[in-house]
Each structure stands twice: as structure tokens, then as C-alpha cells.
């Protein structure tokens, strides 16, 4: 846990209900409950499901999402547990809450149509999630299988139906569409003009198109028209490298008339540099990428931890193939025999980091010893990184019983847990800063200490050659100064003062000195001005020094992840999580759902390595893995068009959203990976070539305005038949605003910029050279999150962040209006518009062209002539920028400017 000073106050809970309302209600709940357990017992064995609802596929969603809070498996209000339907039927301290066959007289539809559950402040159910429990209950309140697990069962008896669960097949390739163009309307679905399949609107550019087409045409739509060029290109500098195109930029594209501009765009963009840092975050997110330990305000940094950082950038740059990038952050270090080779070429350098992946939990071990509950917490957090990373499960949720709702059992987590026990043993644990990797093969570590101690022999004759020379001259100084001291004990006593450390000396010390030797100090100064050949000689020996000490050659220590040299601990299931409760031994393994009856890992151990995380690895990028591909494709897609394919990103289980478009996922899937054709071309596991498939689709280039079909067949855009605006990330506010004001700093790598904590609580960034860097270059630490960025969803990492929230509150505003770093940008591009410009009219072009990428409007320029002549008051230039500065503050908070359009 982070503990930390929050951004905002909570507002106070708001569950109060009156009275007598509670009353009436409660005594109802008690006499339908008494009569519901004296009528109708629960039959031995719950119907199994036919073509209505089940209590997996659809009462669970809507029970997760609204009920769990206050019934589920950390509170059981009313001692109701709401996960199982045999529970249900239980009921609780007021009796059975569902009768089977009956929902009129079932508690549990009682209290939600009443609205005391969910409680006030609380969101309630639907009209369409409460009909669809009422239409359950009646049809008996049917499941999957033919029993239930029970609620704390330590495994999971896997069924043909969980195999038989869409994310846990193997994607296969659909064929690609024709859609069937719906039949022409006067006026079209979307209003206006006859419908013509001939349309931009309906034609499909790529198999997306295709995919998309033929669900909207049975929905009666079609895509939007395309939008402007202007939109376009402005859109896709946001969605690619998170900057605005410049005035210059915008000009050439709009001019350049031939046929594949566009492609030629995308394809440019996708080759800057800036791309890396833009995708980068949101690996970085994924990751739980963070430049601290985290852990109470202590926050230990991580020095080191911006290599791995910068190891992403270049990969994405590099556009390196994704199951390569899966395999060097899981084992890097087991693909490349770096310990034995004769020195460390740039790939194995580059393996090594790359499992800085493994080092992004959060760790609060220190020192010379630590908990083993801080230890298993490190770990549990690294299995739920990897699972919601690659897998899009909450493996997290079997670690103390069975997973409530996918088909994960308790020994399914502890197999993958055992994964990582040769690498994070508690028995043998490393705390974080001693976990690290030198960036050296052992022959090189060898000749590196081997000149290092040579380095030092000479280090150390020359230290003692400047100790002796001190010590003679000292004496001769001493003598000289103290010769008239005729008393020899007195004398004796002043030098011992005198080579004794000021800081050190004694009140009678002190007397002696001021009553016999004042101004007298044998310091290396006074002695250097009396004996000018002392003060050569030492300065020629400590050239020698420093000549000497940059001969030794140290040994960059990387944060990543090796294995422990000596083996691995036996692994056990830990009964309910308990370390004290060791189970059933177990080995490394896999869900078992997700892989063939019989299923075990290839592990295959190496030099110094156990083999697990590699063994590991191959199987999530082995083509017949049902997960990994699908989770990066729905990623890619719902950065691109603001929802994925699957809504939850990071849980593709029962309790999850099902895909909107499912043949499309798969065949997205099933490309990324690539045939074999793709692959000879180098092709297979780009995402370069999936994002220029998006990019390029009819889809993509919509218009924003959402059509008149939309509101009744549509409403939630799920079917694609408009654009979805989006606002900007925090990182990319900042960053346009200082590209706008031309004061980004693109210098690229390198360590973090750091960020300072006021008295108020704000937290900047700190006053520096780089302080003007890209965002991605800022310190990410836990307990200081830059206040703009936080404000803005920018996650603070308590694990990972597989998605983002978008949020909308007040203090965006405030802080938009009256920051130090929003009024010091604006002043940048008032500065900027009068070197840059002539007059007022030729700067309002200028300012809509670098923050909106288009001209005012007449009635845009008239009104900001209009805010200039009031809020400056006079003709006085000083009063002009300052007025200048006051619009730049208004033109940074329009939607335009926060939001892809």
C-alpha cells in the first residue's frame, strides 16, 4: 500500500435511508423469508440451462458490478453472500433471498425493485438487468453445469463447457465478409439523402470494414462519412506519436493530392521516433512501470530502473516482433548464454534489461532481512502483472480459493506462482537493491576485477607516497613554527594539538593553541607556502591519483531478473494464501484450461537458470495459445478507437465482457500472428502493420457525429458506425502544450527528470534543463505523482494499470486555469506569437494553427479580438502580451484542444 497525502477529499457516504422506510422493508424481507424457507425448500439439484438466462453468463456480470461491493468475498452484509447461486438460496441472516420459480416472491427482487439494494449513492440496476434477473428466477434460476463449486473448494473440476468458453479456444480464422448492403431508403439510416452502397460510408477499405459493415448493416446503419483532412491528421499525430502536426506539417498533407497520401502519412508517423515514446506509455501502464519501490513515504528510488523504460521505446521503435518482445521480458536472460560468452554483445545487453519487466512490483524489502509477507506480496504482484499482461485473467483471484467465477482453481495459481520461485524465493529471498544483474559476462567480470585490482595496487603507492610526503613536510613544518617554545613537554602538548582535528580538540587544547601557537595550522596550504617544492610534489601525485582512478572500469548493474544459483525451493499450494499452510506440492505449470488435456511445460534448464520463465514464455507465443494475441489485438484496437473489441482488457473470463465483434477479433488475432507467408517476409508479430490495418480501415476515418440510427439501434457506438472522440492523456496535455509553445525539450533516454513536492501538497516538475522533456521521461514515483498528470488518469502504480479510467472533475479546471505550469506555458506562446508574428490578426491565425491545427472561425476571431481590447485595456505592447497570455489560458482549455476529434 502507498500512503501518500490524497489529490482530493472523498465525498462523505451517502447510504442513509429513512427510518421507517428501512423498517417496513426489513419486516417484509423477514415474513416473505420465513414463509419463501418454510414452503419451498431448494431442490437437491439446480435446472441446468437451457436457451433463457444462466446464473454464469448473465446474473454474475450484473451481481459483480453492482452487488459484490456489500455481498461478495470481503463484505457480507447481512451475512448474504450474492457469488454462488446455492448461496443465494441460502440466504442470510433474514433467510433464503431467491425461490427458484418464483421471482415475485423472491428477496432478492424485492429489495432491488425497492431500491434499498443496491443502496443509495450506489449505482441500481437497469430496467434491462433487473427484467433479465426476473426472467432467471422464473425459469428456475438455471446454471451452466450440473452442480456448483463449492465457495472455498482449493480446485476447479474442469467441465467440457469451460473448455468449450470462447477465450479459451484457440482463435481461428473466419472468413472475411461480404456484407449485404441494406436495401436503399429514401433518406438512408442516417437521414438526409438516398443511400447508396456506392458510397465512402460503405466501403470497405480492409477486412475490418468488412467485419464492421456487415454487423452495422443488420443493425440498418453504416459508417459516418469520412471526416475532414484536417481531423484526419490531427487525429492520427495524437493517436501515434501524442503531439499535434505542426501548421507546416498540416499544409503538405492537405496539398499533397496523390492517392495513397494518407498511407504515406501513416507510414511516416509510424517510423518517428516519437512513436516509441507515445506506445511506449502504454506498455509502460501494462508493465506497472515505476521509478520507485513504493511503500509508505519512504518510496526507495530505483536508479537503474529507466533502462528498462527506455528498452521498451526502442523495441516499439524498432517495431520488434511481439513475441520476441515476450520472450525477452520473461526470460531474456535464459534466451542468451550471456554468463559464459566472451564478452556481452548489444543483443544480450538488451535481453537482460528487457526483464526489467519482472522488477516493476512494488518492494519494500531492504536491508538485511525481510518479511515473508512482503516477499509473497512481490510475488503475487508479479503473477498478476504477467497474467493481465499476456493472459487478460484474474489469475490473482485463485490465489486463496478457487477463482469465484472462471474455471482457475487454487493449484492452477500455485503452478504458475512456481514459475517465478527460482528467480523470488522467500526462502532464500534477495532484497531489491541487491537483485540486480551485472551488465558483463563472467570472463569479462573477471578481467574487469582483475584490472580493477590492479588499478588499485597502484592507487594505494601512490596514497601512501602522499602520506609520507605530508608527514615529512608537516614535521619540518612544525619544528620551524614551534622552535621557540622552550619548554619541550609544552612543546610536545601544541603539536599533539595541533594534529588533532579542530572538530576534536578539547576546551585546555584550545587554550594551549590561542596562548602559544595562534595563526599556527599545518594544513596543506600553509605548508605549501612555506615549502613551494611540497606543494609541487603533491600536486603531481594527485594527478597521478586522478589519472589512475579513471582507469578503473565499473560495472553498470542492471534492475532485471536472473535465477538464484542455487535451486528453486519445493513449491506447495499455500492453503487460503497462508505461507504458514503449505499444501500440496506442485510444479511449474499453466492454467490448465487454457491448454490441452495432459498439458505440461517444456522446462529445460541452463546454465546457472532453471528454465521455468523461458518454458514459460514459449507457451505464451505458441500459436495455439488462446489468449495472448487476442489481449495485444483488443489492446492496439481500444487505444485506437477508445473501447476494445472486449471492454474489460484485462479480464477475457465468464466474469468479463463478451467481444462485440467476435469473427473480427479472431481474424484480427490470427493476422497478428501471421501465416507463414507473413512470417518469411518478417512480418508475423508486427504491430506496425496492425496499427497501419486500423489506421487505414474506412472505420478509423470516420466523422465524429453520431447518426440518427445510432441513438435508438446504437446508442453506445458499440458497432462502430461513427468516430468516438477521446480525451487526451495527461502525458499528451503537457506535451502539446509545451510543443505549442515551442518548449519541448525531444531529447530521448536517459534518466528520469525529477519532480518536486511543495508545501501545498502540489507536486511539479523540477526547475532543470530537463524539465521541459516529453512526459514518459518524468520520474514515475508512487508517492509523488505529478499533480497535472494525476488529474488527468495518469495511473500512480499499485500494481498495473491495464486501463485507464477517463475521469471528469473540477479540479481538471482549476488546475487548467491557475497552475504555475499552464500560466508559464502560456506566457511561452504569447512570446512565441509576437516573435513569430506581425500583428493581432496574423497571431489569432497562428494560435488556432498550433493548437486546433485550423484558422478562427470570423466569429472565433471576433470574439478573441473583442476578450484582447477588454482584458488589455490600452495599445501599451506590455498589456497586450499580458492579454495574450490571458487568451493562451483560455485556448488551452477548450475541448478542442483536450480532445481527438
Known amino acids: 500500500m502507498i500512503l501518500r497525502q490524497p489529490s482530493a477529499l472523498a465525498p462523505a ?60 468475498s470481503e463484505v457480507r452484509k447481512a451475512g448474504l453472500d450474492l457469488r454462488r447461486r446455492f448461496s443465494i438460496v441460502k440466504g442470510g441472516d433474514s433467510g433464503a433471498a431467491l425461490l427458484p420459480g418464483k421471482p415475485d416472491e423472491s428477496l432478492l427482487v424485492e429489495m432491488v425493485r425497492s431500491k434499498l439494494m443496491p443502496p443509495e449513492g450506489e449505482t441500481p440496476l437497469t430496467a434491462k438487468e433487473l427484467q433479465m434477473l426476473v426472467d432467471w428466477i422464473a425459469a428456475g434460476a438455471a446454471i451452466k453445469g450440473d452442480t456448483e463449486p463449492p465457495l472455498e473448494a482449493d480446485d476447479v473440476r474442469l467441465s ?125 501502464d501494462v508493465a506497472g512501470y515505476a521509478d520507485s519501490d513504493g511503500y509508505l513515504e519512504a518510496d526507495r528510488l530505483r536508479p537503474e530502473a529507466w533502462r528498462y523504460r527506455d528498452y521498451v521505446i526502442r523495441a516499439l521503435n524498432a517495431d520488434k516482433p511481439y513475441d520476441r518482445f515476450v520472450l525477452e521480458q520473461m526470460a531474456g536472460d535464459e534466451l542468451v548464454d550471456w554468463r559464459r560468452a566472451p564478452e556481452l554483445t548489444p543483443e544480450m545487453a538488451e535481453c537482460l534489461t528487457a526483464t526489467g519487466f519482472l522488477r516493476t512490483a512494488l518492494d519494500p524489502t531492504y536491508g538485511n532481512y525481510a518479511e515473508p509477507l512482503e516477499c509473497y506480496k512481490v510475488m503475487a504482484d508479479t503473477v498478476q502483472i504477467v497474467s493481465s499482461a499476456f493472459l487478460g485473467l484474474t489469475v490473482q483471484c485463485a490465489r486463496c480459493h478457487a477463482h469465484k467465477f472462471d474455471p482457475l482453481s487454487h493449484r492452477d495459481y500455485y ?39 590492479q588499478v588499485d595496487a597502484r592507487l594505494a603507492q601512490l596514497n601512501a607516497a602522499i602520506a609520507e610526503l605530508t608527514q615529512r613536510f608537516r614535521d619540518k613544518y612544525l619544528d620551524e613554527k614551534l622552535a621557540g617554545i622552550e619548554d619541550e613537554a609544552v612543546r610536545t602538548k601544541v603539536r599533539e594539538a595541533l594534529l588533532t582535528d579542530e572538530k576534536n580538540r578539547s576546551a585546555e587544547q584550545k587554550q594551549l593553541l590561542a596562548e602559544q601557537a595562534a595563526g599556527i595550522e ?20 594527485r594527478v597521478a591519483v586522478e589519472a589512475e582512478t579513471a582507469l578503473k572500469q565499473p560495472v553498470v548493474e542492471l534492475r532485471g531478473l536472473i535465477d538464484l544459483e542455487s535451486p528453486p525451493s519445493p513449491a506447495h499450494v499455500l492453503i487460503r494464501g497462508d505461507f504458514h499452510q503449505r499444501g500440496a506440492a506442485v510444479e511449474p505449470g499453466i492454467p490448465e484450461v487454457l491448454a490441452p488435456a495432459g498439458f505440461e511445460l517444456n522446462v529445460a534448464a541452463g546454465y546457472k537458470t532453471s528454465g521455468r520463465r523461458l518454458a ?14 487476442r489481449v495485444e489485438v483488443n489492446r492496439i484496437w481500444a487505444h485506437h478507437f477508445g473501447r476494445g473489441l472486449v471492454t474489460t482488457l484485462d479480464n477475457f473470463g465468464l466474469a468479463g465482457a463478451r467481444p462485440s465483434h467476435p469473427e473480427l477479433l479472431d481474424w484480427l488475432a490470427v493476422e497478428f500472428v501471421g501465416s507463414p507467408r507473413v512470417a518469411t517476409r518478417g512480418l508475423a508479430w508486427s504491430r506496425k502493420r496492425l496499427h497501419r490495418l486500423m489506421l487505414t480501415s474506412t472505420a478509423w476515418r470516420q466523422s465524429a457525429q453520431p447518426a440518427e440510427w445510432q441513438q435508438t439501434a446504437d446508442p453506445e457506438n458499440a458497432f462502430l458506425g461513427s468516430w468516438r472522440p477521446a480525451r487526451h492523456e495527461g502525458e499528451v496535455v503537457r506535451d502539446a502544450m509545451l510543443f505549442a509553445a515551442g518548449r519541448l525539450n525531444r531529447k530521448m533516454y536517459g534518466p528520469p527528470v525529477a519532480v518536486t513536492r511543495h508545501s501545498d501538497g502540489l507536486v511539479t516538475v523540477a526547475d532543470g534543463p530537463g524539465s521541459n522533456r516529453a512526459s514518459v521521461y518524468l520520474i ?16 500512480t502504480m499499485e500494481v498495473n494499470c491495464p486501463e485507464r479510467t477517463e475521469s471528469a472533475v473540477v479540479t481538471q479546471s482549476l488546475t487548467m486555469l491557475n497552475s504555475g505550469f499552464v500560466e508559464t506555458t502560456a506566457r511561452a506562446l504569447a512570446a512565441r506569437l509576437f516573435a513569430e508574428a506581425s500583428d493581432d490578426t496574423v497571431r489569432l491565425d497562428l494560435a488556432w494553427r498550433l493548437l486546433y491545427g485550423r484558422r478562427p472561425s470570423e466569429t472565433e476571431r471576433a470574439a478573441a479580438t473583442e476578450f484582447l481590447d477588454q482584458t488589455a485595456g490600452s495599445s501599451d505592447e506590455t498589456a497586450r502580451r499580458t492579454a495574450w497570455e490571458q487568451l493562451a489560458i483560455v485556448l488551452f482549455n477548450a475541448n478542442e484542444f483536450l480532445y481527438a476529434h
Not at 435511508?17 to 414463509?35: I, W
Not at 599545518?522 to 603533491?538: A, C, H, K, N, T
Open 13 to 72: 457516504s451517502q447510504y442513509a435511508v429513512r427510518l421507517p422506510t428501512l423498517l417496513a422493508a426489513a419486516l417484509s424481507f423477514l415474513l416473505q423469508s420465513a414463509a419463501a424457507f418454510a414452503e419451498t425448500p431448494e431442490p437437491a439439484t439446480p435446472p441446468r440451462a437451457g436457451d433463457g438466462p444462466t446464473f454464469e453468463d448473465d446474473v454474475v456480470p450484473v451481481l459483480a458490478a453492482r452487488c459484490f461491493k456489500c455481498h461478495g
Open 160 to 284: 467440457p463447457d469451460d473448455r468449450n468458453f470462447w477465450a479459451f479456444q484457440p482463435p481461428a480464422r473466419p472468413p472475411v465478409p461480404t456484407p449485404a448492403f441494406p436495401p436503399l431508403t429514401k433518406g438512408g439510416p442516417g437521414g438526409g439523402a438516398e443511400h447508396h452502397s456506392t458510397t465512402i460510408e460503405n466501403h470497405p477499405r480492409t477486412p475490418i470494414d468488412a467485419f464492421l459493415l456487415s454487423r452495422l448493416h443488420k443493425a440498418g446503419g453504416t459508417f459516418n462519412p469520412e471526416a475532414p483532412r484536417e481531423t484526419l491528421i490531427r487525429r492520427l499525430y495524437f493517436d501515434l506519436v501524442g503531439l499535434p502536426p505542426t501548421p507546416e506539417e498540416i499544409g503538405e498533407f492537405l496539398a499533397d493530392d496523390r492517392p495513397d497520401a494518407y498511407e504515406r502519412l501513416v507510414d511516416r508517423l509510424l517510423a518517428s521516433p516519437r512513436y516509441g515514446e507515445r506506445w511506449g506509455r502504454h506498455w509502460l
Open 415 to 453: 503452478r504458475l506462482h512456481a514459475v517465478f520461485l527460482a528467480s523470488y524465493d522467500p526462502d532464500r529471498w534477495q532484497v531489491s537493491a541487491a537483485r540486480h544483474i551485472p551488465l558483463a559476462s563472467e570472463a569479462e567480470q573477471a578481467r574487469i576485477t582483475a584490472h580493477n585490482a
Open 522 to 541: 599545518p594544513s596543506e596550504e600553509q605548508i605549501g607556502g612555506r615549502f613551494p617544492v611540497y606543494r609541487d610534489e603533491l600536486q603531481r601525485l
Open 616 to 629: 514459460l514464455a514459449r507457451w505464451l507465443v505458441d500459436r495455439q495459445n488462446p489468449l495472448t494475441a
Open 780 to 795: 514515475v514515483r508512487r508517492s509523488q505523482p505529478v499533480t497535472l498528470l494525476e488529474l488527468f488518469d495518469t495511473p
